[in-house]
């Protein structure tokens, strides 16, 4: 059974920072593009970064947050640094097999979802 296990959310004051994580299992995602997402409360949920043999970031958190994955650990990270309060939201992470086209902000192409993690920056 495929599972990603989202970990590191939690309260930090604005301008702190946090460290995502997510553990996969059940399937090797080396040849996978891993992906977090956020949803705040009462907007969509929206892509924040992705890395596939390349990799993209939401242009408001460009400059602060920086994916990383250890394929060797089957785990993706998603560093936070600067937040604002405006990050607030559940973060969560998806994967999907590599694709000859690059459209990471496309949910319906990801095959598995963690439960999300809650990330709330006060002000």
């Given at each position: 059974q495929v599972q990603l296990?989202?970990?590191g959310g939690g309260l930090v004051q604005a301008g702190g920072s946090l460290k995502l994580s997510c553990a996969a299992s059940g399937r090797t995602f080396s040849s996978y593009t891993m992906a977090w997402f956020r949803q705040a409360e009462g907007k969509e949920r929206e892509l924040v970064a992705a890395s596939g043999g390349r990799t993209s970031?939401?242009?408001s958190v460009k400059g602060r947050f920086t994916i990383s994955r250890d394929n060797a650990k089957n785990t993706v990270y998603l560093q936070m640094l600067s937040l604002k309060p405006e990050d607030t939201a559940v973060y969560f992470?998806?994967?999907k097999r590599f694709?000859?086209?690059?459209?990471?902000?496309?949910?319906g192409e990801y095959d598995y979802?963690?439960?999300?993690t809650q990330v709330t920056v006060s002000s």
């Open positions: 296990v989202e970990s970031y939401a242009d992470c998806a994967a694709l000859s086209s690059w459209n990471p902000q496309t949910e979802w963690g439960q999300g």
